[in-house]
């Protein structure tokens, strides 16, 4: 924590003390760190903020997991509409989307932004509470899932390298990735196993 914040060697110091993060001043010495913050539940718990734009500080900051933290992420520079998860889709559409330890939640298609912004929030909110009961409420929705322009070829697109394809598919919300493949027929074959093998 101090080390992110003050110390500019530090890999993670951009994310932290260049952005202007600052650790509250009587938690530089530890004993009053420890007095605010408890005796660390578990080797796997580390200090989260509950607003990754504030300081760390005793109102600021909880232990959580890695897997906690996963779900309070900030925004991407990719990010294009201001909030997390949230991903326009051409001119009508919105997608909100949740990724968590790997696995992308498709959480459903949205004629406006914040009609994607609060179906996200709803999720997430759900989730930390019950992952399982959050999941299902995806389940049931028709998973619509767009042709590439270039292959014409459901969830099958050109690798960057130029040479290859990728195949992807999204089976009851969640998105998963079917492997590398040097022609279009291979993917598309690929593809077609893995979601009948995955829906038996």
């Given at each position: ?14 994310n ?11 938690w530089?010495?530890f ?10 539940p578990?080797?796997?718990w580390t200090?989260?903020?509950?607003d ?19 779900v ?11 909030n997390?998860?949230?991903?326009r ?13 790997g ?29 399982h ?12 899932v767009?042709?590439?322009a270039?292959?014409?070829q459901?969830?099958v ?15 009851a ?12 027929e ?7 196993r893995?979601?009948?093998?995955q829906?038996?």
């Amino acid at each position: 924590m101090m080390s992110r914040c003050y110390n500019p060697a530090e890999p993670q110091y951009r994310n932290y003390g260049g952005r202007g993060i600052k650790v509250d001043p009587t938690w530089h010495h530890f004993r009053f760190f420890a007095r605010d913050m408890g005796i660390r539940p578990g080797p796997k718990w580390t200090i989260e903020r509950k607003d990754n734009n504030a300081n760390y500080c005793k109102s600021n900051c909880i232990w959580a997991t890695r897997s906690d933290q996963c779900v309070n992420r900030r925004l991407f520079k990719s990010n294009t509409s201001g909030n997390t998860g949230v991903v326009r889709l051409g001119d009508k559409q919105w997608e909100s989307r949740f990724d968590y330890l790997g696995v992308r939640y498709r959480i459903g298609r949205h004629r406006t932004k914040g009609e994607a912004v609060k179906a996200r929030t709803q999720f997430t909110t759900q989730f930390a509470c019950n992952p399982h009961d959050a999941i299902s409420t995806i389940i049931s929705k028709d998973q619509v899932v767009w042709n590439n322009a270039k292959t014409k070829q459901r969830g099958v697109c050109p690798h960057a390298d130029g040479k290859g394809y990728i195949a992807r598919c999204t089976i009851a919300g969640v998105r998963h990735y079917v492997g590398y493949f040097i022609t279009i027929e291979e993917a598309v074959d690929a593809r077609s196993r893995f979601i009948k093998a995955q829906t038996r």
